[in-house]
């Protein structure tokens, strides 16, 4: 035991000194050139992309205070204060939009989401000149990343992979639950009462399987979890909750 414990810190000493100690643990950090963790707001994280033209970020929590905060926080980052491009929604679920109205009514910037979210927006008062399809960003070269919806529990939810750096960086909301046991029985319990949405809900989590991430980006990372992925955690972190599914279903 003690040997193996030895060599899984040495593994994970190696891993530190090769991608760097990449915590989302509130403090504000690059996590890969131009891709930043900005820290916390309402308990959810914030990212943010800069490519060459473009300022981007992923969901808009933190309701009033957010176009504030994320001012300050841009400020205090080697981006320094640039105009915002457009917000990449990982799904339309009060947490990711909350500040939505307010940053889109300071920055003018422009939202990108799922097809399915686009009238749950129109409903938080955006105007349509506002809304973007996923497609756009492709079209206009603003950034290259695949995405798919996701059968979450949030509404329109979707994954974003983008190859970024020379690495796979996954943005998936609420998605895979973490190796919390409060949130798995919030899960299971809620998909017991839509006992319909389990076959999609585990589909999707298959489909988050084929990714295999290097960097892992959650809306609300848990005990400050490293945003790099090693080895099998990103196998063992989907597979937490699908025996669990299995047994709902069961059941």
């Not at 959810?44 to 905060?69: I, K, M």
């Not at 080697?78 to 009060?94: I, M």
């Not at 609420?174 to 319909?196: N, W």
């Amino acid at each position: 035991m003690l040997e193996n414990g030895i060599i899984e810190l040495e593994d994970l000493i190696e891993h530190y000194d090769t991608d760097g100690a990449d915590f989302l643990d509130g403090q504000p950090k690059e996590l890969l050139p131009e891709l930043h963790y900005l820290g916390d707001i309402d308990d959810c994280a914030v990212y943010v992309l800069a490519t060459p033209s473009q300022l981007l970020l992923f969901d808009a929590p933190g309701g009033q205070d957010l176009p504030e905060w994320l001012d300050s926080r841009l400020r205090g980052s080697a981006l320094g204060p640039r105009p915002l491009t457009a917000v990449l929604l990982t799904s339309c679920g009060d947490d990711a939009t909350s500040g939505l109205p307010a940053l889109v009514e300071k920055t003018d910037c422009q939202v990108v989401s799922s097809e399915s979210g686009v009238a749950m927006l129109r409903r938080l008062g955006l105007p349509d000149t506002r809304l973007l399809s996923l497609e756009t960003p492709r079209a206009a070269g603003w950034i290259d990343f695949n995405a798919f919806p996701l059968a979450d529990l949030r509404p329109a939810a979707m994954a974003y992979i983008i190859e970024w750096a020379g690495k796979t960086v996954l943005v998936s909301g609420r998605m895979p639950v973490q190796e919390s046991t409060a949130d798995l029985e919030a899960l299971t319990q809620a998909l017991a009462e839509r006992t319909d949405d389990i076959d999609a809900y585990r589909k999707s989590l298959y489909r988050l399987l084929k990714v295999e991430p290097d960097l892992w980006l959650p809306a609300k990372p848990l005990h400050g979890r490293n945003a790099n992925c090693y080895s099998e955690e990103w196998q063992d972190l989907v597979w937490y909750s699908i025996p669990k599914l299995q047994h709902v279903k069961s059941h």
